[in-house]
């Protein structure tokens, strides 16, 4: 299983970037996808999931309405596009895929990781 992740960069605050993670290795449409980031000292937190159908939807409180993850399981593509950026969403952002029904929150509930991307925001 591949998980590669693109689309970080530098961007002003108030600034749109949209991250994509394309999978590979597995049937994309059974796993649920989820988008997790680890700013430098802190731990690998959730940021926002998807249930395999795409239907389903969660969020970190502090990203709602301004995130939006979404996937396309005939390009076996996963998407955040992130607008409004805040100084404080400046981290490495990875993917993440396990096959579990349910979307989850934890880290530890996720077997395939992406090698990260970096969103850095500016002020």
């Known amino acids: 299983v591949q998980l590669q992740a693109s689309g970080g960069g530098l961007v002003q605050a108030g600034g749109s970037l949209r991250l994509s993670c394309a999978a590979s290795?597995?049937?994309?449409?059974?796993?649920?996808m989820g988008w997790f980031r680890q700013a430098p000292g802190k731990e690998r937190e959730f940021v926002a999931g998807?249930?395999?159908?795409?239907?389903?939807?969660y969020y970190k409180d502090s990203v709602k309405g301004r995130f939006t993850i979404s996937r396309d399981n005939a390009k076996n593509t996963v998407y955040l596009q992130m607008n409004s950026l805040k100084q404080e969403d400046t981290a490495v952002y990875f993917c993440?895929?396990?096959?579990?029904?349910?979307?989850?929150?934890?880290?530890?509930?996720?077997?395939?990781w992406g090698q990260g991307t970096q969103v850095t925001v500016s002020s």
């Open positions: 993440a895929a396990d096959s579990a029904a349910a979307v989850s929150t934890r880290v530890a509930a996720y077997d395939y």
């Open positions: 290795g597995l049937t994309f449409s059974s796993y649920r």
């Open positions: 998807v249930s395999r159908s795409g239907i389903n939807t």
